[in-house]
């Protein structure tokens, strides 16, 4: 694979790549440096932590990678049927690159020679959909109007508020005395 390109609004999409490197070396290189840097030289490509994951399949024992997929990332059983075999067949560590790989622009990588995509899967979009709500209640400016008037308080509340404060002013006197 020479290069692969990314939009930048591209969205809700997973590449699968196998890496061929021995286990061991991929075992010590990930003990030495975080997975992002690995992902990076891999790639070709600065890549943030959150855009990659990178792991050996013997993590997903009693799993499997299209189970994982199907339900970690929602992607279609019927889609992943078609790989299967594929994604069963694989073995030792894998990358998964996401969508959202650079926030600025559109990208370019350059794999490694290490690298073999496995397979390009999406990720179900949400339905936005909804059915318009009739009621009177939900139309604009169908609520009640607010009181235009300031409350006024009655004339009990400010000798009750007026006693209060020659309270507090005559304790204060006699605690300072």
Excluded: C
């Excluded at 692969?4 to 075992?27: N, T, W």
């Excluded at 049927?81 to 370019?108: C, H, I, M, N, P």
């Excluded at 006024?152 to 006699?174: D, E, M, N």
């Amino acid at each position: 694979m020479s290069t692969l390109f990314i939009p930048q609004y591209e969205s809700g999409v997973i590449r699968i790549f196998s890496i061929s490197r021995p286990i061991a070396d991929m075992a010590r290189a990930l003990k030495q440096r975080p997975k992002a840097m690995i992902a990076s030289d891999l790639l070709g490509y600065d890549i943030k932590d959150e855009a990659v994951e990178l792991f050996a399949l013997s993590d997903l024992t009693g799993v499997g990678l299209p189970r994982y997929l199907n339900d970690g990332y929602d992607v279609d059983d019927a889609v992943i049927q078609a790989d299967r075999a594929r994604l069963e067949a694989l073995d030792g560590y894998v990358l998964l690159l996401f969508s959202k790989v650079s926030e600025t622009g559109d990208v370019t990588l350059t794999p490694s020679a290490d690298l073999t995509l496995i397979g390009t899967y999406s990720e179900p979009k949400a339905a936005h959909s909804a059915v318009p709500i009739a009621a009177e209640a939900a139309k604009p400016y169908s609520g009640v109007a607010a009181s235009t008037q300031p409350t006024k308080r009655g004339p009990r509340g400010s000798i009750f508020t007026a006693l209060a404060a020659i309270i507090i002013a005559i304790l204060i006197y006699w605690i300072l005395r």
